[in-house]
C-alpha cells in the first residue's frame, strides 16, 4: 500500500509539471530570504559581540597611584557589579597613545614641558553593566570612589551599542514580517495550483469508494517533496550566494562593522530549513480538497 | 472490509418520502417528490423516464452524492443521513457506478482506470491484471487499454465506465443509461454484461429514457415523471 | 463579416481522400480512413455509425477542432488545410455545433451561454434577449435559463447546446447525436426544430447512431463503419 | 464591444477568487520588494552624496602665506582638475580645531609655547576627484606646487568611498537578482492559475467561433487589473511602512549613515512602480493560451 501511495505522489508530481516547478521554486524564494535573514542575523549577533567589548568607560583618576595602590584599585573595581574587566592606564601610557592618536599633529606632543594627561582606569562592563540602566549604576558607583575625578568616555558607545541592537531587532521583525506573508502566499498558492490540478480527480477517486487517505497521503507526499525540493534548493543558493560574496563582501564588512570573517549557517540551521520546507509544503498538500462529500 | 450491517442487509436499499429540491437562485426545482421505494438483494429494476425526469438525481442520493433535502435512504443497510466518511466510502466500494458521463480519471489510462479501483479495494498485484482485462474484453475494449478517456470515443468512454464498475464485482451495480451512447449492437451487448452480472448475485438499478429498451429487459420498471415515481410495475 | 468566398460556396463543404489517424503511445487508431464525400447548400445529411466508427472525428475535422492526417477539407469554400486563424474562427461563426458531450461555458448561465455566441456575432442588444428566449423556447428549455451547465440534467445540457446553435442562425449545422440524452417525445420535437432551422435554408449533418433515427429522417444517409464510407444513398 | 470586453475581464476577476487574489498579492509581494530597494538606494545615494562632501585633501603648506599670496593660493589650486572647492586653514585656526578635537585632553593645548602646527588648504575633491585614480592625479598635482610641505588626510576617506559605492552597487545586484526571480515566478505562476480557471472556456470560446480579440483581451484586462491592484497595495504598504518606520529608523541611520532624514519614493517613482505592476499583471493574462487551434 505505501509503494502505492508514493507512487500515486511522483505521478502527480511528474502530471503537475510546471505548477509543480513553480510551487518549488515560490518555496525555494520564501526559504532562501529566511536563510538570507539568518545568515544576516548570525553574522550582525557576531559583529553586536565584539562591538560590547569595544564599550568601555574610562575613570579619570586625581593623581597617579603608585603601582601597588594602582594594583589595589583595579582589584576593588572589579568587585564593583557590572565590571568586566578593569585595566590601569598611568600618565605616561595615555601620553603615548595620545601621540598615537594624533599621528600627522604629533609634534604638539613633543612641545609638552610636562605631562598634562591623568592617568586612568578603563573599564569594561559585563552584558548587563553594557545596557543604558546599568551603565548609569556603574558610572555612579565609579564616581563614588574616593579617587575619582571623572568618569567618562563611555557612555555614547552604550548608546550607539543599545541603538544597534534595536536596529537589529527591527530589521528583524521587518524581514520576518515580509516573510510570513511570503511563506503564507507559498503555501496558498501550492495548495491552490494543486487543488486545481486534482479538483476533477480527487472527487472521482472519493466517488469511486477511495479512502480519505488514498485521496489524500499523495497529496500529502508530494506537498512535502516539493518543499524539500524547494528546500534544498535554497540550501544550495545560499551556500553558492555566501561562498562568491563572502570574500568580496569581507573588507567592507570589517571596515563598517568590525567582523574579519563572515559565517555560513550550522548545519542545525540548515537541518532546520529544509525541515521548515518539507512542513510548509505538506501543509499545502494537506490543506488541498476537492468538493467535500455532503 | 465491510461493515457487519452490510453482509446481511434487510433490503438492498429503502426509499422513504424522499424530496430533492434544487435552488438555483431564487428559483427552486423540485427534482424529486415524496419519492418512496424498496429493491430486495438480488433484483434487476430498471428506472424509466424522459428527460430531466429526476433518474441520476435518484441514483446519486444512492451513493451519496448527494444528500436528500427530506426523507430517509437505507443502502446495503446504512443509513446515509448518518453515515460517517469512512461508511461512504465502503459503502461505494461496494456498489458499482457506471456515471451517465463516464467520469473516469482524466489523467490515468483506460486499464488504469480500472485498475485503480481494485488496488483500493486492496486486490493483490498480480490477480489486478486478469481482472482488469477479463472486464475490458466483456465490454469490447481491450483493444484500448492504453487510451487516456479524451481519447475515447463517447460510446467507448462509457463502456470502460462499466468495466471499472464491474471489475470490483459489486453487491449493486448502478448504471445511468449505460447504453445511451451505444449502438443497437453494442447495446445489446453491453445489456448481456449487465446481465452476467446479475445472474452473478449483484443486485441491479439500470436508469434509461429508451423505452424500447425498458420493454426488453422485461423487469420490473419504476417509472419516473417530473420527479414523481408514477408507477412500479413489472 | 464573413468573408466573399463564403456567400456563394461551390459546395457547402467537400472531402477528398481524408484520412485521421491518431497515435495513442506507439499504437496507430486510424479513425478515419480515405474518406471523400461532397455536401451542397440545402442538404439534410445523416451520418450513421456504430460506436466507434469515426463519426465525432469527422465532424470535428469540418469546423477544424482537429486538422486531416492525410488529404483535403474545404468547407463553406474555406481550404481549410491553408486558412489562418481569424479565417477559420469566422468559419466556425457560420457553424452552429451541437457538440456530442454539450460543452456549454461552465461559469456561465444556460441564457448566457447562448447570448454568448450572439454577442461575439455582434448582434445588437436589443435583439439579444429575444432570440435567445426563442432559441431556449424551441428546445424547451426556457423555464431552465438561469441554471449553470452543472445544474443540468445530460439532456437539458444537450438541448441547451442546440439552442446555442440555432440561436445564431448559421449556414450550416452540425449535430453530433443530439438526441442520444433524450426519451422519445422529447427527441421527436428536437428533430422537428432541426428540420425547422433546415427549412430556413441552413444545410444540416446530423451524426447518430441510432438506426430507427436514421430511418424516421429518410434523408441522404453517410454510413461509416471503423473509419470508412460504406455506404451513401438516400 | 469595449463594455462587452470590460464586463468580460470583470466577472473573470470575480470568479476567479482566491486564485486572483493570490495573484494579486504575488505582485503587490514583488513590487513591495523592488519599492523598498528603490527606497533604500534613493537614500544611500543620499547618503553616499554627503559622504562625498567629507572627502577633503589636506595640502600642509611650507609655510603660512600672507593674506593676499593665500588668496592667490586658493585661486589657483581652484584651478586645478578635479578639484570642486578650496579653503585655506591658518595655524590659529588648526590649533583651534586640534583643542576642539582633543576635548577632554585640551590642556594639552593650553602648555605651548609655540603653536606648532602648520597652515593648510581644504581640498574638496569634484565627484571625477573622489575616485581612486582621480584622487591619484589631484595628490600628484598638490603635491608639486613649490608652497607644498605634504599632502594627506583624505586617501583613507576616497577608498571608504569607493567601497560605500561598490557596497551599494552589490546590494542593487544581489537583491535585483531576488527581485528579477520573484517577478518572473510572479508571472509564471500568475499565468498558471488564470490558465487552469479558463482553459476549458477559452477552448470552448474558440471552438463557437469568438475572434481572437475577445478571448485574450478579457484575460488581458483582468492580468492588468490585477497587476494594477497588486502594484496600488504595494505602494500603500510601502507608504506606511515607511510612515511606521521612518521616525523610529532615523537616529539609527543618522548615526550610521549621516543622514538627518530617509525621503520617501518621488510620484515619479511610485507612477513608475503602478506603471510595471500594470504590465507585469498583462504580461501574465498575455502569456495565459488555451489549447491553441491545430
Ligand atoms: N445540481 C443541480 N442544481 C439544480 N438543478 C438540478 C441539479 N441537478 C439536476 N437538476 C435539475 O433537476 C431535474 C432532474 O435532473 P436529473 O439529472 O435527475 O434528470 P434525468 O432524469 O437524469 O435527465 P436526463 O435523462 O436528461 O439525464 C432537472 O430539471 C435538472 O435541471
Ligand atoms: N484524441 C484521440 N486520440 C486517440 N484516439 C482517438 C481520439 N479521438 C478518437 N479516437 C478514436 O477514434 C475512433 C473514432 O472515434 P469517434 O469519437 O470519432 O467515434 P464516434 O463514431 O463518434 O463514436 P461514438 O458514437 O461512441 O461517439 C475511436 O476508436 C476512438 O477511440
Ligand atoms: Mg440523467
Ligand atoms: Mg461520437
Redesign the pocket.
Known amino acids: 500500500m505505501l509503494a502505492f501511495l508514493v507512487g500515486e505522489a511522483l505521478r502527480d508530481l511528474r502530471r503537475a509539471g510546471r505548477v509543480a516547478a513553480s510551487a518549488i521554486l515560490l518555496i525555494t524564494l520564501a526559504l532562501g530570504a529566511l536563510g538570507g535573514f539568518w545568515l544576516l542575523s548570525t553574522n550582525l549577533g557576531r559583529a553586536v559581540g565584539e562591538w560590547r567589548e569595544r564599550v568601555k568607560l574610562v575613570v579619570y583618576l586625581r593623581r597617579e597611584p603608585s603601582s601597588a595602590d594602582a594594583a589595589a584599585l583595579v582589584e576593588r573595581v572589579r568587585g564593583l557589579p557590572g565590571v568586566a574587566s578593569v585595566r590601569f592606564v598611568g600618565k605616561a601610557e595615555a601620553l603615548g597613545t595620545l601621540r598615537e592618536v594624533l599621528g600627522k599633529d604629533a609634534a604638539v606632543a613633543d612641545q609638552l614641558l610636562q605631562n598634562p594627561l591623568p592617568a586612568s582606569l578603563e573599564v569594561v562592563p559585563t552584558a548587563g553593566g553594557a545596557t543604558p540602566a546599568g551603565a548609569q549604576a556603574l558610572i555612579a558607583g565609579l564616581a563614588a570612589m574616593p579617587e575619582t575625578e571623572e568618569v567618562g568616555g563611555g557612555v555614547e558607545w552604550i548608546e550607539r551599542f543599545a541603538r544597534g541592537q534595536r536596529l537589529v531587532t527591527l530589521f528583524g521583525l521587518g524581514l520576518g514580517g515580509v516573510l510570513g506573508v511570503a511563506a503564507i502566499l507559498t503555501v496558498t498558492t501550492a495548495t491552490t495550483l494543486v487543488l486545481h490540478a486534482r479538483r476533477d480527480e480527487m472527487e472521482i477517486m472519493r466517488l469511486v469508494g477511495a479512502p480519505e487517505h488514498i485521496v489524500r497521503l499523495p497529496l500529502l507526499l508530494q506537498g512535502m517533496t516539493q518543499g524539500l525540493l524547494g528546500a534544498l534548493l535554497a540550501v544550495w543558493i545560499l551556500f553558492s550566494v555566501h561562498l562568491l560574496l563572502a570574500p568580496r563582501l569581507e573588507p567592507l564588512v570589517a571596515e563598517s562593522l568590525g567582523l574579519a570573517r563572515l559565517t555560513f549557517l550550522t548545519p542545525l540551521n540548515l537541518a532546520t530549513l529544509v525541515v521548515i520546507g518539507t512542513l510548509l509544503g505538506g501543509l499545502g498538500g494537506l490543506l488541498a480538497r476537492g468538493r467535500a462529500t455532503p | 472490509m465491510t461493515p457487519a450491517a452490510i453482509i446481511e442487509p434487510p433490503a438492498m436499499m429503502e426509499l422513504h418520502r424522499v424530496w430533492k429540491v434544487y435552488s438555483v437562485g431564487p428559483v427552486k426545482v423540485p427534482a424529486l417528490s415524496d419519492v418512496s421505494f424498496q429493491v430486495t438483494k438480488g433484483e434487476f429494476v430498471t428506472l424509466h423516464g424522459p428527460s430531466g425526469a429526476g433518474k441520476t438525481t435518484l441514483l446519486r442520493l444512492l451513493y451519496r452524492e448527494e444528500i436528500p433535502s427530506e426523507g430517509e435512504i437505507q443502502v446495503l443497510g446504512l443509513d446515509l443521513a448518518r453515515a460517517r466518511r469512512g461508511e461512504v466510502a465502503a459503502l461505494r466500494r461496494s456498489i458499482g457506478v457506471v456515471f451517465q458521463d463516464a467520469r473516469l480519471l482524466p489523467g490515468r489510462t483506460v486499464y488504469e482506470n480500472v485498475a485503480f479501483v481494485l488496488r483500493v479495494l486492496g486486490t493483490p498485484r498480480r490477480e489486478i491484471t486478469a481482472r482488469v482485462f477479463e472486464a475490458l474484453r466483456a465490454v469490447g475494449l481491450s483493444a484500448?487499454a492504453q487510451?487516456y478517456p479524451?481519447?475515447?470515443?463517447?460510446?467507448?468512454a462509457q463502456r470502460a465506465a462499466l468495466a471499472r464498475a464491474i471489475a470490483r464485482k459489486p453487491l449493486l451495480l448502478i448504471a445511468d443509461e449505460p447504453t445511451g451512447?451505444l449502438d443497437e449492437g453494442m447495446a445489446a451487448e453491453v445489456l448481456d454484461v449487465i446481465r452476467d452480472v446479475w445472474a452473478g448475485g449483484t443486485t441491479v438499478l439500470v436508469a434509461t429514457h429508451q423505452k424500447a429498451l425498458a420493454r426488453t429487459l422485461r423487469r420490473r420498471t419504476l417509472t419516473l415523471q417530473n420527479g414523481r415515481l408514477l408507477k412500479d410495475e413489472g
Open positions: 484500448r487510451a479524451a481519447q475515447l470515443s463517447q460510446g467507448e451512447n
